[in-house]
C-alpha cells in the first residue's frame, strides 16, 4: 500500500516481497539548496553541505549542533562557516572528530568541531593555471583517516596529507568532472565516478608522503626518502625505481613507477 503525507510520500513496488515501515523523522530545515548529506560512522550525526555553509545535527535530537545536525532532537551542534561559495561535498573522519566540507570555492576545509578552528586545503591546478569553475564535487577519507581524497569538475582526484594539507598525487585520466570518489575499505585504492559515463580504479599503494628528494652530482640517479622510513633510489632518465632500503622494522610497500 502507498502511503501519503501532507508534504511527502512513499511508492511501493507491489511486485516486492519485502515490505518497508517508512515513516518522517526529522525535517532539518536549510535555508537554501543542500547539496550533501553524511552520517558520522557511529550514526550519531548528520552533517550536510548547502550555500555557504555546512551544517551538523545531532541525529536523537534533530538539534543543529554544528551546522551539523543530530538526527534524534534536531538540535543544531554548531555552524561551520567560512566557505564562500555552495558546499558539495562532506565526509566523517573514520574517528567520527573532524568532519571535512568540499566547496565550489575551490578549497577543502577539515574542521575540529570539538575545540574549533579548521584546516583548509587550497585547490591548486597544478600545470593548469587560470583553469575556471574548479571546484570539489567529492570527497572521501581514508580508512586510517591519514589521507583525504577530492574529486573536482575539472577532472582530477587529488590524494592530501590532512596533516599537512599538501597534494601527494594527482590522478589524471577522467575526461569530464569527477562527481564522485571513495576509498577502498584497506586504503590501497580509490574509485572514481564521472560525467564522461568512465567508472575508474586507481592504485594507489605505492604512493606515500616524501619528505626529502636529492640528485646525484651527474643528475642521473634520483634519492626519495619517505614518511614511511623508506629510501628509494630511482633512475631519473627512465623514471622506474632501481632499489628500495628501508630498516628491518620499515613497513614499505613496493614503489610503482609512474
Partial sequence: MDLERRDWCAVFNPAANSSLDIDLVHTLKHDSIVCCARFSLDGKYLATGSNHIA??????????VAYIWTIFDQGLYTVLYGHVDKVLAIDYSPDGCFPASGSIDETVKIWDVLHGGDITIALDNGPNPGVDD???FSLSFSPDGQ?????S????????????GTCIARLRGHGDCVHSVKFSADGLSLISGSADSTVRGWDISGVDRVM?????EDDKWLISGSKDGSVIIWDAR?????????NHLGHSRWPSSR
Avoid at 551544517?55 to 543543529?64: D, R
Avoid at 569538475?153 to 599537512?164: I, K, N, T, Y
Avoid at 626529502?212 to 646525484?216: F, G, I, K, T, Y
Wanted: glycine share 6%; proline share 0%.
Fill in 238 to 246: 627512465t623514471a622506474q625505481w632501481v632499489c628500495l632500503l628501508q
Fill in 212 to 216: 626529502s628528494v636529492a640528485l646525484s
Fill in 147 to 151: 589521507s583525504l581524497a577530492t574529486a
Fill in 153 to 164: 569538475s575539472e577532472g582530477v582526484v587529488r590524494l592530501w596529507d590532512v596533516a599537512s
Fill in 134 to 136: 574548479v571546484g570539489i
Fill in 55 to 64: 551544517k551538523i545535527f545531532a541525529v536523537e535530537t534533530g538539534v543543529n
